[in-house]
């Protein structure tokens, strides 16, 4: 925020901790920024949410394509707050008519919506169809099926958020990085004539610096992928001294540095107990027992699902279920020690929809007596209104008939993962809300996990209810975690959250409209996705493959080394315990140092040990920065976070343009190791 109080910057190393001083602050710089920006009578407009659905569409399409290629995908928040800006300013000058940040907000909330529905289409859809699943059809052939699937996906997983809200936003106020960025880039782009001028400006400037500096590195990196993306510091420096352990620990488990700059960028504004948790986590597993496990040959190596004796696994697939269980166990915890309100939310939602079937037989409404009082100072009117009870109900009604009709997965099922998906977005939020990471595909394990015994003879009915399963939690998860960001960034802009939730229905009608032609586009073009015996596939699939063992894992050819087993239990009780002590015994001095169990879960579940190094340096960077320089850290700290997450997804769409162009990769090898080393 461009104009922000010591406090603020203070309380960025407490973001879990109920602060009524800290949320008094954020009300007065709500109200102050209230005064610098044009007043809008209406915040969501069909403008805006059009021009995000479309911009949103942009994403999807890229979102598909990288998804199929590496196994990753890009949030389109910033993309519909930098480009809706541009476009929805330009119209308002032709038409004379306002546009202010909350318009703005409803123009990114409509993107995210409409950009993110990718994730079962580069997971578990293909999966089915490599495994014969269904049938002897194709995608072509399926369309009425896979349209049907992607409404429930949306329509479900939107409406699945709504309570969320009072829990991760108010209550824990969790960073949420990127869609703090968005906040930020948003109102920065906004202030242009106020009591605040001159830190607008200096705020809009090093978010413009730090953005095109951070794209254009991420579209260099392109063509020189070693200099310019990866350094192999440990393998240089092994090779140097001719000590293979230490090439070892850079080629074989990934110890390297990159040029990430929207990790730079979300470890600036990540605490601090975070950023080690998630490191201490990464280097147990993929630095010094996955390692010692591998010497002694009991695991195989850093990846793979498959185990191949007489290994029981890999790294990657050992400690999935210890990372997993201490993420679920320690996001329970933070509900169990923070949920009043949030089970005040949900019975308010119940009492709301026993009070519409009462309107209908003409009773009396019934009345809320509790005595509870919410910390939420949104005004009533802008609220998400009680119908959203009823969306939820349909559209769960809906998904179960989707997924029985269409992709024989039994209604007991469907219900059951369900309920399960409600637990596990609990566990995808806390994840994203602190590091800006959205564990879907652990999420999805679990879920493969619970649905891997279920009683039918027809192996093939038994896996697809596996995989469908772990898709709809998969897609409930990324959903929420979509939704309650773009309720983050309303929050910190002072948009209302109905606007929100008009944005995300806009913008999930495109997603709808866009999500299954491209998959037909692409599967056509590259029949190799679904079939992976073609040779010469330019699309390596490596989130398919990652589902598809596990399923043949989990119903028959495989199971869970006991050892993986115990340690799950011992680390599931743990998270508990950490939890309560520092909710109920911990000194407040403490608790920014205390142990975050849920990032040490997820450095277990990340093989990509490149990840928390980044943040690290973005952290240390910004520690030294706050010391050296407090007031501009205050001033300028999220401005230039926002700028270096916003380059680095946009360069994203840019490299995947080129790619999809015919453009070559990769064309000046620097830094790619000597002889046969093949770094890069």
Known sequence: MATQMSEKADYSEFPQEKNLQQESIDLKENMEDEEEYVHEDRQFTWRAAIVGSLLGCVVAASNLYLGLKIGWTFGAALWGSIFGFLILKSMSRMTGTI??????????????????????????????????????????????????????????GMFFAVPLRSHFVINQNLVFPTPRAAAETIKNLHKSSSSAAKDARDSGRAMLISFLFAMGFAIIGFFIPGLFNELHILWYIGYAASYSAMMNADKAWSWIFTWDWAF????????????????????????????????????????????????VGSAQS????????????????????????????????????????????????????SNFVSKDTTPEHELIPSWWVGGLLLSGVFTILVMYFNFNVPVYATIGAIILSFFLAFVGLQASGETDINPTGAVA??????????????????????????????SVCSQAVDMVGDLKTAHLVGAAPRAMLWAQLVGSAFAIAIAVPLFLLYTQAYPCVLNEKLPNCPFLVPAVVA??????????????????????????????????????????????????????????????????????????????????????????????????IAGVGIAGLVNAAMTIAGVKAGVVKVGCGFGTAGLC
């Open 445 to 474: 394990k679990v879920t493969q996990l619970a649905f891997s015994r279920i009683p039918n003879p027809d192996i093939k009915v038994v896996q697809k209810t596996n995989l469908m399963c772990a898709n709809i939690a998969a």
């Open 318 to 369: 050992w400690f999935l279920w210890p990372g997993v269980g201490m993420m679920v166990f320690t996001a329970f915890s933070e509900l169990g020690a923070n949920g009043k309100s949030f089970g005040h939310a949900i019975m308010s939602g119940v009492r709301e929809g026993r009070n519409f079937i009462r309107k209908l037989s003409k009773k009396e409404p019934l009345v809320d007596t």
């Open 99 to 156: 546009f202010g940040p909350k318009e703005n907000t409803v123009c990114q909330a409509a993107a995210t919506s409409a950009g993110g529905l990718s994730s079962g289409f580069v997971t578990a859809i293909p999966a089915m169809y490599r495994m014969g699943l269904m049938g002897n059809s194709t995608p072509k052939d399926d369309v009425v099926a896979l349209l049907l699937w992607t409404a429930s996906a949306a329509f479900f």
């Open 264 to 311: 730079f960028g979300a470890g600036l504004m990540t605490p601090g107990n975070t950023v080690f948790s998630f490191l201490f986590g990464e280097l147990i597993a993929f630095g010094i027992a996955g390692p010692l496990m591998t010497n002694a040959g009991y695991l195989s190596g850093r990846l793979g699902f498959i185990p191949t004796a007489p290994a």
């Open 547 to 644: 589902w598809s063992n596990v399923a043949k894992i989990l119903t028959g050819e495989g199971s869970v080394p006991r050892a993986s087993v115990i340690l799950t239990i011992i680390l599931c009780i743990l998270a508990v315990v950490n939890v309560v002590v520092r909710v109920k015994f911990l000194p407040e001095r403490f608790k920014p140092y205390w142990i975050n169990l849920n990032a040490v879960g997820l450095g277990f579940i990340n093989p990509s040990p490149a990840i928390p190094v980044a943040m690290l340096i973005g952290w240390t960077s910004g520690q030294i920065w706050k010391r050296t320089s407090p007031k501009t850290h205050e001033r300028l700290m999220y401005s230039i976070s926002a700028g270096l």
